[in-house]
C-alpha cells in the first residue's frame, strides 16, 4: 500500500471522528465510565486478595509440644513438620520467647514468672493456602504429644469469603466488557448510517471492501484509545486518594495491613486499560461493519 493511500485513510478515518465528534465523544464517555467502574472494581479486588494474603499469614497454626520431649524429639518433630505438604514455614518457640511475648513492655511480669514459666514451647506453622490448613492439621494430630490450635471457624469462613468475592468481581468484570462492546459497536453503526451515501457512492465506483472498512476501524480505534486513556488518570487520582485515607485506618483494625500502592495498580491497568479500549473498539467496528454494511 502507498504511503498516499495510507495517509488518504487515516485522514478519512480522523475526518469521520470530528464529524461525527458529538457521537464521538458520547461513546468516548461512555467506555470512560465502563472502564473507571472496572478500574474501581478491579481495584477493590485485588486489594481484597492482597489483604486476605496478609491475613493469612497472621492465620497461622499453633501446635504445643508436650514437656515430655528431649531437644532430640522436639528436632525431630520440626523436621517431620516441614516435610508436611503445604507447610512453608515452620518456626520453634521457646517458652521464654513465649513468655516475653506474652508480657511484652510489662517487664515486672516478665520477671514474675521467669523462673517459674507456664508456658509451653511451641512451633508457629505457615501454610501456603489457608484452604489447606485442615489438611496440615490432620496430619499434625497424629503426632503424639502435641496439642493444635487453629480458628477452624474463621478459616472456613474467611476461605468461603474469598471465593465468593472472586467469582461475583469476575461477573462484573466480564458484564463491563461486555456492555463496552455493544456500546461501541453502536456507536460505529450510528457513524456508518450517516455515511451510508457516501459509502454507496464508493462501492459504485469500485472502492474494495477495506479501502471502505479502514478508515471507520480507524475511527473506532481512535474512540477505544481515547476512552482507554482517559480513564487511567482518573483511576489513579481517585486510587492515590484512597490509599492515603484508608492505610491508616487499616493499620489501625488489622496490625501490619497494607494496601497495594497507586503505582502497582496504574502499572497493572495501563494494559488493561488499553488493551481492552483497542480490542473492544476493534471488534466493535468489524462487527458493525460486517453486518450493517455486508461490504
Known amino acids: 500500500m502507498k504511503w498516499h493511500t495510507i495517509n488518504y485513510l487515516f485522514g478519512e ?10 457521537m464521538a465523544v458520547a461513546s468516548i464517555a461512555t467506555i470512560m465510565l465502563c472502564l473507571i467502574i472496572l478500574g474501581i472494581s478491579y481495584s477493590i479486588v485485588k486489594n481484597v486478595e492482597y489483604i486476605m494474603v496478609q491475613i493469612e499469614q497472621q492465620m497461622g497454626i499453633t501446635v504445643y509440644i508436650s ?5 532430640e524429639n522436639i528436632k525431630q518433630i520440626y523436621t517431620q513438620i516441614q516435610e508436611i505438604p503445604n507447610v512453608i ?10 513468655l516475653r511475648s506474652f508480657a511484652g513492655s510489662d517487664l515486672a511480669l516478665y520477671d514474675k514468672f521467669k523462673n517459674d514459666n507456664p508456658l509451653p514451647a511451641s512451633f508457629e506453622i505457615e501454610v501456603n493456602r489457608i484452604e489447606n490448613q485442615a489438611q496440615v492439621v490432620s496430619v499434625l494430630k497424629e503426632v503424639p504429644g502435641l496439642e493444635v490450635r487453629f480458628l477452624k471457624s474463621e478459616t472456613e469462613t474467611f476461605f468461603q469469603l474469598n471465593q465468593s468475592i472472586q467469582i461475583f468481581s469476575g461477573v462484573i468484570i466480564v458484564a463491563l466488557i461486555g456492555i463496552a462492546l455493544l456500546l461501541i459497536t453502536n456507536t460505529i453503526k450510528l457513524t456508518v448510517y450517516v455515511r451510508k451515501k457516501e459509502i454507496g457512492i464508493m462501492k459504485y465506483i469500485g472502492a474494495t471492501d477495506a479501502f471502505i472498512r479502514i478508515p471507520f476501524l480507524i475511527e473506532g480505534l481512535s474512540i477505544g484509545i481515547l476512552g482507554g486513556m482517559i480513564p487511567i488518570f482518573v483511576v489513579y487520582n481517585l486510587y492515590a486518594c484512597a490509599e492515603k485515607m484508608l492505610t491508616p485506618n487499616l493499620s489501625q483494625i488489622f496490625s501490619g495491613i497494607q494496601l497495594i500502592t497507586s ?3 496504574i502499572t497493572e491497568l495501563i494494559p488493561l486499560f488499553m488493551g481492552i479500549g483497542v480490542t473492544i473498539s476493534a471488534v466493535g467496528s468489524i462487527l458493525a461493519i460486517h453486518k450493517y454494511l455486508k461490504v
Open 13 to 22: 478515518g480522523f475526518k469521520g471522528f470530528w464529524r461525527n465528534r458529538m
Open 89 to 98: 514455614d515452620v518456626e520453634y518457640i521457646t517458652p521464654d520467647d513465649a
Open 67 to 71: 514437656d515430655e520431649y528431649t531437644p
Open 263 to 265: 503505582m502497582s495498580i
